[in-house]
Every structure is written in structure tokens, then in C-alpha cells.
């Protein structure tokens, strides 16, 4: 689905970003260009004239500026349609960039600042039609000012890449093959399905997993699915993926009260339907927020479902029917 949507939102913009629609390709592979690190600019094989946008020849830049690196670890790169920089961790862990502009590769000093993130080989990312990236991050932001891609740590080590605008819209990600991360929309159960098993993970014990819905605005930043899981005693893992950004996680000191439970146990057709059925079944008509939760009390043999909407509660079993005295 995300190759369609890519393939698609690149000819829908090619006028408006006057970019060319090509279809992603592997990364392009470029022979090693010797350089390093000195104080004194070196000339890039990439003709200054060239549009970074062009396919293929981000992914030849970013190349010569990981050679330029001299096998430091690198932890961020961002890219224009003119430029592109190289951030990598020099000795005594100071951050140190590499910029190409107009054809130039030049050493720049970042500063004093110690850094803490995860490193990554930019190689291994694809580059080699960032046209298309910004195609369809134009369609899904609604903004082509100053954009910019940026592959750096999302969260956790996690690391993707991004496409942002300036004045900031919202965030547009990929994954590291260039595949749209999609927009979910928790109100359609196949996206509500492919929420869950974002924040599942490969955990297939978990204290409590939820989704918050407002289905009057079923792309704003409150609606989430979530998944609770014991990492070591005493700290509980929430994994979260909202509808617009990928997962990411948070923690918190807490000895859980709930039994963990088996995952698949959850059935995202019935919470689905209880998120569109819960307002006219508790009475609450003009509801638009819906809460769901999934947990096993300790004295439970089994989990339950709690469904909220306008203050209101319905206690349900696995299979949504009503718990008259839960």
C-alpha cells in the first residue's frame, strides 16, 4: 500500500514541485571517494549545477560525504535540493559535520556539545529518488517550503528518515528503503489491526493495550492505540503509535496490579465495533471521543474490555458482549 501511495502522490505533485515522477530503485552504490576530514575544502565529483532532486545523485553526494567521515560514526544527515550535510561524532565525542554545497565538500565545527544518539551507515538508506520522498510528503503535509530530508534517530535507536518543511508542517516518515510510514485512521479496522501490532512488537505478553479515538477528527494528534509491557520489575513500557507518527516509547515506575495476558486474544473487529457502537450504547450520542481498554484485572480469569465515552462506561467480555456486574 505505501509503494501505490508513493508511486501515486508523485505524479499527482510533479508539476507542483516541478520533479520528475521515477520509481524508487535500490540505493545506488558509488564507488568510495577518498577524502578526509581537513580544515581545507575538497571538490565534489558531483557537478555543482546538478539538483540534488535529480535521481541518484543524493544518494552519490551522501556517499562522498560518509567517505569524507574517515569511518566516523555518523548520526544525522539532512538534504535540500542544494545541499547536504553530514553530522558524524569526532574524537572526545564532539559533533563534527561535512557539507556539500555548489559542489564543495567543506568541514564545519558544531560546536561543543556532547552527543548522545545512534549511529547508522547513510548508505544503507535509499536516496536515490528523493524527488518522489518530497512528492509525497507534499501531498500528505500540504506545504513544499524549504523541505528538507533528514535521517537521524527517531526513537529508542530507531532510525528513519523525514521529511519536514519550513514554516514546520507536519512530519512526513519513511522507512529506510523509502516506504511510506502510512497516516492511520483508528476508525477503520484494518488500520486499528495494524496499530496494535505496531505497538506489540515482539512482546506477546502485555498488561494492557487501548486505543483512543475522537471519530470527529480521526487524524488528530489524541488518537492512539497503546500496549503496556513489564521490561524488568518495577518498570512498565508503553508503546504508542499515534495516528499520524510511528511508535515510540515511554516508561514509568510501577509494580502493575493486572495479569499479563496473551495478545492475541485481542480482536480488533470487536473493538472496532465498539468504538462506533459505545456513544448510542451508553447513551451518549453526541460522544465523538471513545477510550478503550484491554486488561486483566488480577481476580479476572480472563480479560475484560472497557469501553468510555462522555464519561460513561460499558464493561464487555473478549467478545464485546456486556458485563452486567463486572
Given at each position: 500500500?505505501a509503494?501505490?501511495?508513493?508511486?501515486?502522490?508523485?505524479?499527482?505533485?510533479?508539476?507542483?514541485?516541478?520533479?520528475?515522477?521515477?520509481?524508487?530503485?535500490?540505493?545506488?552504490?558509488?564507488?568510495?571517494?577518498?577524502?578526509?576530514?581537513?580544515?581545507?575544502?575538497?571538490?565534489?565529483?558531483?557537478?555543482?549545477?546538478?539538483?540534488?532532486?535529480?535521481?541518484?545523485?543524493?544518494?552519490?553526494?551522501?556517499?562522498e560525504?560518509?567517505?569524507?567521515?574517515?569511518?566516523?560514526?555518523?548520526?544525522?544527515?539532512?538534504?535540500s535540493?542544494?545541499?547536504?550535510?553530514?553530522?558524524?561524532?569526532?574524537d572526545?565525542?564532539?559533533?563534527?559535520?561535512?557539507?556539500?554545497?555548489?559542489?564543495i565538500?567543506?568541514?564545519?565545527?558544531?560546536?561543543?556539545?556532547?552527543?548522545?544518539?545512534?549511529?547508522?551507515?547513510?548508505?544503507?538508506?535509499?536516496?536515490?529518488?528523493?524527488?518522489?520522498?518530497?512528492?509525497v510528503?507534499?501531498?500528505?503535509?500540504?506545504?513544499?517550503?524549504?523541505?528538507?530530508?533528514?535521517?537521524?534517530?527517531?526513537?529508542?535507536?530507531?532510525?528513519?528518515?523525514?521529511?519536514?518543511?519550513?514554516?514546520?508542517?507536519?512530519?512526513?516518515?519513511?522507512?529506510?528503503?523509502g516506504?511510506?510510514?502510512?497516516?492511520?485512521?483508528?476508525?477503520?479496522?484494518?488500520?486499528?489491526?495494524?496499530?496494535?501490532e505496531?505497538?506489540?512488537?515482539?512482546?506477546?505478553?502485555?498488561?494492557?493495550?487501548?486505543?483512543?479515538?475522537?471519530?470527529?477528527?480521526?487524524?488528530?494528534?489524541?488518537?492512539?492505540?497503546?500496549?503496556?509491557?513489564?521490561?524488568?520489575?518495577?518498570?512498565?513500557?508503553?508503546?504508542?503509535?499515534?495516528?499520524?507518527?510511528p511508535?515510540?516509547?515511554t516508561?514509568?515506575?510501577?509494580?502493575?496490579?493486572?495479569?499479563?495476558?496473551?495478545?492475541?486474544?485481542?480482536?480488533?473487529?470487536?473493538?472496532?465495533?465498539?468504538?462506533?457502537?459505545?456513544?448510542?450504547?451508553?447513551?451518549?450520542?453526541?460522544?465523538?471521543?471513545?477510550?478503550?481498554?484491554?486488561?486483566?484485572?488480577?481476580?479476572?480469569?480472563?480479560p475484560?474490555?472497557?469501553v468510555?465515552?462522555?464519561?460513561?462506561?460499558?464493561?464487555?467480555?473478549?467478545?464485546?458482549?456486556?458485563?452486567?456486574?463486572?
Open positions: 500500500m509503494r501505490r501511495l508513493t508511486l501515486i502522490a508523485a505524479s499527482v505533485l510533479a508539476v507542483a514541485v516541478a520533479l520528475s515522477a521515477c520509481s524508487v530503485s535500490a540505493p545506488a552504490r558509488t564507488p568510495s571517494v577518498p577524502a578526509s576530514a581537513s580544515a581545507l575544502p575538497s571538490p565534489s565529483a558531483i557537478p555543482a549545477d546538478h539538483d540534488l532532486l535529480s535521481p541518484g545523485l543524493a544518494q552519490q553526494v551522501v556517499a560525504l560518509v567517505a569524507a567521515a574517515d569511518g566516523k560514526p555518523v548520526v544525522r544527515v539532512v538534504i535540493r542544494t545541499q547536504a550535510r553530514l553530522t558524524y561524532i569526532d572526545g565525542d564532539r559533533p563534527r559535520s561535512m557539507v556539500w554545497i555548489a559542489g565538500i567543506t568541514p564545519s565545527d558544531d560546536g561543543t556539545d556532547l552527543v548522545a544518539a545512534t549511529s547508522f551507515n547513510p548508505n544503507t538508506f535509499n536516496l536515490s529518488n528523493i524527488a518522489e520522498l518530497f512528492s510528503a507534499a501531498l500528505l503535509s500540504g506545504s513544499v517550503e524549504r523541505q528538507e530530508l533528514q535521517i537521524n534517530e527517531y526513537d529508542h535507536k530507531q532510525v528513519l528518515m523525514t521529511v519536514t518543511t519550513s514554516p514546520e508542517s507536519s512530519t512526513v516518515f519513511f522507512d529506510r528503503n516506504d511510506l510510514i502510512p497516516r492511520l485512521d483508528f476508525s477503520l479496522e484494518e488500520n486499528l489491526a495494524a496499530g496494535l505496531s505497538v506489540y512488537g515482539t512482546r506477546m505478553l502485555i498488561q494492557e493495550a487501548g486505543v483512543t479515538i475522537d471519530s470527529a477528527n480521526p487524524m488528530g494528534t489524541g488518537n492512539q492505540v497503546w500496549a503496556d509491557v513489564v521490561t524488568v520489575p518495577g518498570v512498565v513500557e508503553r508503546r504508542i503509535r499515534t495516528a499520524t507518527v511508535m515510540f516509547q516508561q514509568r515506575r510501577e509494580a502493575p496490579t493486572n495479569q499479563p495476558f496473551d495478545r492475541s486474544l485481542i480482536d480488533p473487529a470487536v473493538i472496532n465495533e465498539l468504538i462506533r457502537t459505545a456513544p448510542e450504547q451508553l447513551e451518549q450520542p453526541d460522544a465523538t471521543t471513545v477510550t478503550v481498554r484491554v486488561n486483566q484485572p488480577a481476580t479476572a480469569d480472563e475484560r474490555i472497557t468510555d465515552a462522555g464519561g460513561a462506561k460499558l464493561v464487555t467480555d473478549l467478545a464485546g458482549t456486556k458485563i452486567e456486574n463486572p
